[in-house]
């Protein structure tokens, strides 16, 4: 399995971006998608996950109303729709895969390499 994660980048504060993740070794719609970030000395943590069809998604409180993930299953792709960005979102974003709809990194057996997106104020 293959994630590949892109989109990253600098922005101002107040900023939009869009990632993407490509999949590719699993069937793509029978699995959960997530992204989660990693700032510098800090933990990873939960940004948002969404289920196999896509009619179910979850937030992390520090991104809700302005993050927006979402996933087109004919593209084996997963987007995160980032606005409103904040220096506090700057971090590498990573993309993973798993059986559980969860925040819980523990149910995601595949990650991607992740992609840094730096916000500057």
């Known amino acids: 399995v293959q994630l590949q994660a892109s989109g990253g980048g600098l922005v101002q504060a107040g900023g939009s971006l869009r990632l993407s993740c490509a999949a590719s070794?699993?069937?793509?719609?029978?699995?959960?998608m997530g992204w989660f970030r990693r700032a510098p000395g800090t933990e990873r943590e939960f940004v948002a996950t969404?289920?196999?069809?896509?009619?179910?998604?979850d937030y992390a409180d520090s991104v809700k109303g302005r993050f927006t993930i979402s996933r087109d299953n004919a593209k084996n792709t997963v987007y995160l729709q980032m606005n409103s960005l904040k220096p506090e979102d700057t971090a590498v974003y990573y993309c993973?895969?798993?059986?559980?709809?969860?925040?819980?990194?523990?149910?995601?057996?595949?990650w991607g390499q992740g992609t840094q997106v730096t916000v500057s104020s």
């Open positions: 993973a895969t798993g059986g559980l709809y969860t925040q819980n990194p523990t149910g995601y057996d595949y």
């Open positions: 070794g699993r069937t793509f719609f029978s699995y959960v």
């Open positions: 969404i289920s196999r069809s896509g009619g179910y998604t």
